[in-house]
């Protein structure tokens, strides 16, 4: 599976931005998919995932209530809605797939390259 991420940049305090991460190769509808963040001189955190049937949504507290995760199995795409921003929300976005919707990055198999937000304060 390839993995490609788009839809960052450079957004206000409050504002919202919606991430894509667009899949080929391997059937995507089989694995469910995360988002991680990565900000300067920090570890990878987990974000937000969802099972490979889009049934089940897990979220970090930090985002939970103004962060959704989708996905579209037919258009091979995750999304990433993320609404209320806050500039500790600056980061390099990326994707992942794997077999279990996991809070742990080592649980993913595929990953995408990062997609940077930057939130103004």
């Known amino acids: 599976v390839q993995l490609q991420a788009s839809g960052g940049g450079l957004v206000q305090a409050g504002g919202s931005l919606r991430l894509s991460c667009a899949a080929s190769g391997r059937t995507f509808s089989n694995y469910a998919k995360g988002w991680f963040r990565q900000a300067p001189g920090k570890e990878r955190e987990f974000v937000a995932a969802?099972?490979?049937?889009?049934?089940?949504?897990y979220y970090a507290d930090s985002v939970k209530a103004r962060f959704t995760i989708s996905t579209d199995n037919a258009k091979n795409t995750v999304y990433l809605q993320m609404n209320s921003l806050k500039p500790e929300g600056t980061a390099v976005y990326s994707c992942?797939?794997?077999?279990?919707?996991?809070?742990?990055?080592?649980?993913?198999?595929?990953w995408g390259q990062g997609t940077q937000v930057t939130v103004s304060s």
């Open positions: 992942a797939a794997g077999p279990p919707a996991s809070y742990y990055s080592r649980e993913y198999d595929y």
């Open positions: 969802i099972s490979w049937n889009g049934v089940s949504t």
